[in-house]
């Protein structure tokens, strides 16, 4: 069994700021990619952030200069530092990440965290 627990949403005004967290547990080999998905209300789920094994890194170019992926391997942890937030900013945050497991054999799944509410709000 694997989880992702994601914290670090909530309420904050145009312009603010604020950080996401995402850890990973259980029955974990190696973490390959991970990465943060949005969605908002009446839209598709979308791709932010994501970050490979080695630290490289790719944004949607709506994000690009003002939010930042990183991960802490040791840790199993994945972060996005989002500043100047704007109102269309507002989604549900997913926390993705593409795991090794060893079951019965080695397995590769895609796992999702149970998302995290950002409100950009005045």
């Known amino acids: 069994q694997v989880q992702l627990v994601e914290s670090g949403g909530g309420l904050v005004q145009p312009g603010g700021s604020l950080r996401l967290s995402c850890a990973a547990s259980?029955?974990?080999?190696?973490?390959?990619?991970m990465g943060w998905y949005r969605q908002a209300p009446g839209k598709e789920r979308e791709l932010v952030a994501a970050?490979?094994?080695?630290?490289?890194?790719n944004y949607a170019d709506s994000v690009k200069g003002r939010f930042t992926i990183s991960r802490d391997n040791a840790k199993n942890t994945v972060y996005l530092q989002m500043n100047s937030l704007k109102p269309e900013d507002t989604a549900v945050y997913y926390c993705?990440?593409?795991?090794?497991?060893?079951?019965?054999?080695?397995?590769?799944?895609?796992?999702w965290g149970q998302g995290t509410q950002v409100t950009v709000s005045s």
């Open positions: 993705n990440a593409r795991i090794i497991v060893i079951v019965t054999r080695i397995e590769e799944n895609d796992y």
């Open positions: 259980g029955s974990i080999f190696s973490i390959k990619a």
């Open positions: 970050i490979t094994s080695g630290g490289s890194t």
